[in-house]
């Protein structure tokens, strides 16, 4: 499966962005699917998680409580519903699948979108 991010862009701290990840094929909902974000100088770190079906997700608990994920499996499309932003939040973020259950693993992880730029400013 390929995927494709974007909705990433410069924002004001306490604003709000969605971002989106398409995947292409009919096997989208066959997939768990996961975000992760990295910072200049930093790590690759988990974001958040949504199983196959959409009804369980996981977060990191920096973003908990202001950042939803969300699936369309009709439209093979992930969401990161992101508000409340940071300055911290600051990162590229990536969209990724992997067969089966999901996991905050980022290196169970098979397939991953190209990244999209999100920029918080203070």
């Known amino acids: 499966v390929q995927l494709q991010a974007s909705g990433g862009g410069l924002v004001q701290a306490g604003g709000s962005l969605r971002l989106s990840c398409t995947a292409s094929?009919?096997?989208?909902?066959?997939?768990?699917m996961g975000w992760f974000r990295q910072a200049p100088g930093k790590e690759r770190e988990f974001v958040a998680n949504?199983?196959?079906?959409?009804?369980?997700?996981y977060y990191a608990d920096s973003v908990k409580g202001r950042f939803t994920i969300s699936r369309d499996n009709a439209k093979n499309t992930l969401y990161l519903q992101m508000n409340s932003l940071k300055p911290e939040d600051t990162a590229v973020y990536y969209c990724?699948?992997?067969?089966?259950?999901?996991?905050?693993?980022?290196?169970?992880?098979?397939?991953w979108g190209q990244g999209t730029l999100v920029t918080v400013s203070s």
């Open positions: 949504i199983d196959r079906s959409g009804g369980t997700t």
């Open positions: 094929g009919r096997t989208f909902s066959s997939y768990s």
């Open positions: 990724a699948a992997r067969p089966g259950t999901v996991t905050d693993n980022s290196g169970y992880y098979v397939y």
